[in-house]
């Protein structure tokens, strides 16, 4: 596994992890939903139902798939087994990728608007700049929208082993550099 994606699952399991317990639970999420819920100020209560769901869906894919001890927790081994054995995890990014996109997606038209991007992932815990740089390097179109494919796939390029000089690598990198 290269450097840069021992980065990138460091850090988001690091945010992931909400409370500070220094492992996953469904604690996390529920922070993490209230915070995201609590910043999407444009969003109808529809919407924010939506992501609510969207969240415990969340939990639910990463608990099924990597509580290997079936603990309720998921530990930082738990969690990198995703990314050190990928071809038995594929599904299981693929699922937590549509989760997560479906979270910046509350109304369901297949777009995501810069606004929504950014309350979302700095809710969960990302830096402003290295949001806004992730959100450049998707290329948004002229109303300033990604599609959802677009981050289910940067995602998915996340949790790849053997990748680098990709668009999250963004969101590692420290603000300013
Ligand atoms: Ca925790
Ligand atoms: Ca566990």
């Known amino acids: 596994m290269r450097t840069e994606a021992l980065d990138r699952v460091g850090l988001v399991f ?32 529809s ?24 603990d309720n927790r998921v530990t930082f081994e738990e ?6 054995s990928p071809e038995r995890f594929d599904r299981t990014v693929e699922q937590f990728a549509d989760s997560l996109a479906a979270l910046g997606d509350p109304d369901g038209d297949g777009l995501i608007e810069r606004p929504v991007f950014t309350a979302l992932m700095t809710a969960i815990g990302f830096g402003q700049a290295n949001v806004d740089a992730l959100f450049d390097a998707f290329g948004p179109d002229a109303h300033d929208r990604v599609t959802v494919a677009t981050w289910v796939r940067g995602i998915k390029d996340y949790y790849g082993p053997d990748k680098a000089g990709i668009a999250g690598d963004h969101l590692v990198e420290r603000a300013g550099a």
């Open 14 to 45: 690091t945010l992931l992890d909400a409370n500070g317990s220094g492992y996953l639970s469904s604690e996390d999420f529920q922070l993490m939903s209230d915070r995201v819920v609590a910043a999407a100020k444009g969003s109808d209560e």
């Open 47 to 70: 919407a924010k139902r939506a992501m609510s769901a969207a969240f415990a869906q969340y939990w639910s894919t990463l608990a099924a798939e990597l509580d290997t001890d079936r």
């Open 79 to 84: 969690y990198t087994a995703c990314v050190l």
